[in-house]
C-alpha cells in the first residue's frame, strides 16, 4: 500500500500545479468514512482503508477556467497522472449531472502488471469553469463500493465565483513522467468523388480520412471521444498507437493490432459521406468494451452533431395531453438547468441521445419528488415541433406506480438542417450522352412477395408484403438534355434535380444518360429498353408520363396510407394516415400506429393513436404547403398519377407518402 500513498503525493502535486485557484469557489459534501489529509498545493485530500490499509484516494482541486478542448486536456492530464503510460485505458466519456455540471472523465489502468492502479480523472465544468477531481484505487477488482462514495461527492459539487488562474495544457505527473501522447499528424481531407477519381469505391471501401468516434452509451456530449484516421494501404492511426483493417464485400469491417484490435463494425456510406461503426473496442484487454459511431469529418459528422442539437431538450413551456390526443394536463416547464415542473412537482433530467445515435429522439430520466426515477423521450423535428413523451403517474402523484403516457408539444422556429448541396460544381457530361429533356413520373401496384414467417411455437410460415411502402411503386426521371438524369424522388420541389450541383460528398447530384438506338443506360447500370411516345416514354417496359404540376389542385376527401410490417418471428406492425380535405383549402391530417405480438397461448396487441392534426393547404407546381394552425409550415413534394397528360387524384403522392381514396365503410 506504499505505492499508494506515494501516488497520492505526486497527485496533489500535479493536481495543484494545473489547477491553483482561490479558496472558497467550489464546495462538495465529504465522503463518510473517509480520512481528510491536510491540503497540498490548494487540492483537498480524502483517503479510504481497509484491513490491509490505504486502498482508495479522492483528490479534489480548485476551480479554474475551461480549456480551450477540454477532452485532449483531459486526456493529456490523466495519461501524465499515470506517469505517461496505460496498461488499459478507456476514451473521455461525457455525462450530463443533475447539478446542472458536464462531467468529462476518463478511466485508466495504470502503475505495473504486479501491481496495477486503478485512475478515474473528471473534470466537472458549467461551460467557463470547471473542477478537476481525481480518484485512484489500488484494489483494481473491488474499485465498484468505493465508487459509489466518489459519484456521491461528485453529484454534490457545485461551481460558484470566476477561477483566477489559466488552465494549463498537459498536468505535471513529477520527475520521470513521460509527456502527453502528441497530436495526430494533419490528414489532408478527402471526399466520395476525389476518392471515386482516385479509383476508389466509396460504396465498399473507407476513404482515407479523418473519422471522429462518439461512443455509444447512455449520457450526451458534442465532442468526439476517439479519433481514428484511416490511412491509405488498410491502415490506421489513433493517439494511442496504430494498425490495419480490411473490409468484406458486405462492408463488414475487422480491425487488427493497436487500440482497436479484434473490434468489428460495418461501413456505411450516404449523401453526406461515410460512417462506420466499432464494437466491442479493447475487449481483449478490459473487463468492458466500448461501443462506437465513427463519422467522417466534414459534412458527415455535421449531420451526427445537428441531429444530437436536435435530441437535446429545449427549455420552455409545453403544452401536455394523453398521448392519443384527449385528456389536458396544463404545462411542462423544463429550465435551462436540467429542471422541470410538471403537474405541481419540480425535479431534474438527464438526456441519452448517445446509446442510440440512429434514433430520431433521445432517451429521458425524470426524477421528481421522493428520489422516483420516471422515463420518457424527447424529440424535434425539420418544422420546428419539440415533443417531450411522459411516462408520468396516474391523477398526478409522484410515487403512484400507475402511470400514464402524456404528450408535451412546442413549436420553434426550425434549427436549420445541413445544406442538400456541396460547395463544387458537377462536372460536365461526357460527349455522346443527353438528348432528353423533361420531367417524368411512374407509378403502379406493387407486386406481392413472400416473406418467411416464424411463429412462437418455432413453425415457419409464408406470408405475403408488398415490395413498395403503401404497395404503390413511384419512380421518376428528371432528364437535362446536357446528359444527366435525377431519379430521385425530391423531398421539397423539382429544383433538387438541378444537376448542376453535388450532394455534400463531392459526387453529382445526377447520373450521366446515354441513348442508344432503342435502348438507354443510366450511370453504371446496364442498358435496358426506351422508347418515346407521345407525352411520355416506355423505360425498361414501364411507362413515364410527363410530371404535371398541382398549381389549381382542390381537393375534397378523405384519403388514407396504409403500410403493413409483418414481423419475422412474433406478428407485425401496421401504420396508417389519415388525410381529409374540406371547404377553404383544409385538411386534418390523424395517425394511428398498432402492434401484434404473439406469444404462446395469446396474442397482445397495442395502439398507438397520434393527436388530429388540421391546418390550410395550397399547391404550388409539385410542391404542397401546409400550414398547421399551431404556426408550422411543412412544404413537401408532391405529385398524381398522369393519364391523358392530365392529373388525375386515383392516388396521392404526398412527401414520399402514397395516399389513397378512402372507401366508405357504411
Not at 45 to 66: K, R
Not at 497 to 505: E, G, K
Not at 543 to 556: A, F, G, N
Request: glycine share 12%; with cysteine; charged share 20%.
Amino acid at each position: 500500500m506504499q505505492r499508494l500513498l506515494s501516488t497520492v503525493l505526486v497527485l496533489s502535486l500535479a493536481v495543484g500545479a494545473s489547477a491553483q485557484q482561490s479558496n472558497g469557489q467550489v464546495s462538495f459534501t465529504a465522503p463518510k468514512g473517509w480520512a481528510a489529509s491536510s491540503s497540498q498545493g490548494g487540492v483537498l485530500q480524502y483517503t479510504h482503508t481497509s484491513a490491509g490499509g490505504v486502498d482508495g484516494a479522492l483528490l479534489i482541486g480548485q476551480d479554474m477556467p475551461l480549456p480551450n478542448d477540454p477532452v485532449r486536456w483531459l486526456e493529456q492530464t490523466a495519461r501524465s497522472l499515470a506517469g505517461g503510460q496505460a496498461l488499459s485505458e478507456q476514451a473521455v466519456q461525457s455525462e450530463q449531472l443533475a447539478s446542472g455540471l458536464t462531467a468529462l472523465y476518463k478511466v485508466l489502468i495504470g502503475g505495473t502488471p504486479q501491481q496495477p492502479v486503478a485512475y478515474v480523472a473528471a473534470l466537472l465544468h458549467n461551460g467557463t469553469s470547471g473542477v478537476l477531481v481525481v480518484f485512484l484505487s489500488s484494489d483494481v477488482e473491488n474499485k465498484n463500493a468505493l465508487e459509489k462514495d466518489v459519484d456521491a461527492v461528485v453529484e454534490s459539487i457545485r461551481l460558484s465565483g470566476k477561477p483566477t488562474q489559466t488552465a494549463g495544457t498537459t498536468a505535471a505527473a513529477g520527475a520521470g513522467a513521460k509527456p502527453a501522447e502528441p497530436n495526430l499528424p494533419t490528414v489532408n481531407p478527402m471526399n466520395a468523388a476525389q476518392f471515386k477519381a482516385a479509383g476508389g469505391n466509396p460504396a465498399r471501401q473507407i476513404i482515407p480520412d479523418e473519422f471522429r468516434c462518439y461512443v455509444k452509451r447512455k449520457g450526451d456530449g458534442l465532442s468526439p471521444d476517439l479519433t481514428v484516421q484511416v490511412l491509405p494501404g488498410g491502415t490506421y492511426r489513433t493517439v494511442y498507437g496504430n494498425g490495419t483493417y480490411q473490409i468484406n464485400k458486405d462492408r463488414k469491417i475487422t480491425w487488427q493490432g493497436g487500440p482497436l484490435n479484434k473490434a468489428d463494425g460495418s461501413l456505411d456510406f450516404d449523401d453526406y459521406g461515410q460512417a462506420f461503426s466499432l464494437s466491442d473496442v479493447s475487449e481483449d484487454t478490459q473487463d468492458t468494451s466500448l461501443n462506437f459511431e465513427c463519422y467522417q469529418r466534414g459534412p458527415r459528422e455535421n449531420v451526427a452533431l445537428h441531429n444530437f442539437k436536435l435530441r437535446t431538450p429545449k427549455p420552455g413551456s409545453y403544452s401536455c395531453v394523453l398521448a392519443d390526443g384527449q385528456g389536458d394536463r396544463g404545462a411542462l416547464e423544463v429550465g435551462a438547468d436540467n429542471t422541470y415542473r410538471f403537474g405541481g412537482a419540480a425535479g431534474r433530467y438527464r438526456v441519452d441521445y448517445r446509446s442510440d445515435q440512429d434514433s430520431a429522439r433521445s432517451s429521458l430520466t425524470l426524477r421528481g419528488e421522493g428520489d422516483l426515477e420516471e422515463s420518457g423521450f424527447y424529440s424535434e423535428d425539420e418544422t420546428g415541433l419539440r415533443v417531450f413523451t411522459l411516462t408520468v403517474p396516474t391523477g398526478g402523484d409522484l410515487i403512484s406506480r400507475s402511470s400514464t403516457a402524456w404528450t408535451c408539444t412546442a413549436v420553434a422556429k426550425p434549427t436549420p438542417a445541413p445544406s442538400l448541396y456541396g460547395s463544387e460544381k458537377a462536372p460536365a457530361p461526357p460527349q455522346g450522352s443527353g438528348g432528353l429533356n423533361g420531367n417524368f413520373v411512374h407509378n403502379r401496384a406493387g407486386k406481392l412477395v413472400p416473406v418467411l414467417q416464424i411463429g412462437p411455437d418455432f413453425t415457419s410460415s409464408m406470408v405475403l408484403g408488398s415490395e413498395c411502402p403503401g404497395n404503390v411503386c413511384w419512380a421518376f426521371a428528371f432528364f437535362n438534355p446536357n446528359g444527366y438524369v435525377y431519379t430521385q424522388e425530391p423531398k421539397v420541389d423539382a429544383s433538387e434535380a438541378d444537376c448542376t450541383r453535388t450532394y455534400p460528398n463531392g459526387l453529382p447530384r445526377c447520373e450521366v444518360y446515354r441513348v442508344t438506338g432503342n435502348t438507354i443506360q443510366i450511370g453504371d447500370r446496364a442498358p435496358v429498353p426506351f422508347t418515346l411516345t407521345g407525352s411520355g416514354l416506355n423505360l425498361d417496359g414501364q411507362r413515364y408520363d410527363k410530371l404535371q404540376p398541382m398549381d389549381t389542385l382542390i381537393l375534397r376527401g378523405s384519403y388514407e396510407s396504409l403500410e403493413v410490417t409483418p414481423n419475422l418471428y412474433l406478428g407485425g406492425s401496421t401504420s396508417s394516415l389519415a388525410l381529409t380535405f374540406g371547404e377553404g383549402r383544409t385538411f386534418s391530417l390523424s395517425s394511428d400506429r398498432s402492434t401484434t405480438v404473439m406469444v404462446p397461448g395469446a396474442t397482445v396487441s397495442n395502439s398507438n393513436r397520434a393527436a388530429t392534426l388540421t391546418g390550410t393547404y395550397k399547391f404550388s407546381g409539385n410542391t404542397v404547403e401546409l400550414t398547421y394552425r399551431d404556426g408550422r409550415v411543412v412544404r413537401q413534394f408532391a405529385a398524381l398519377p398522369v393519364e391523358g397528360g392530365k392529373i388525375t387524384p386515383t392516388l396521392l403522392r404526398i412527401g414520399g407518402v402514397t395516399y389513397s381514396p378512402s372507401i366508405d365503410k357504411k
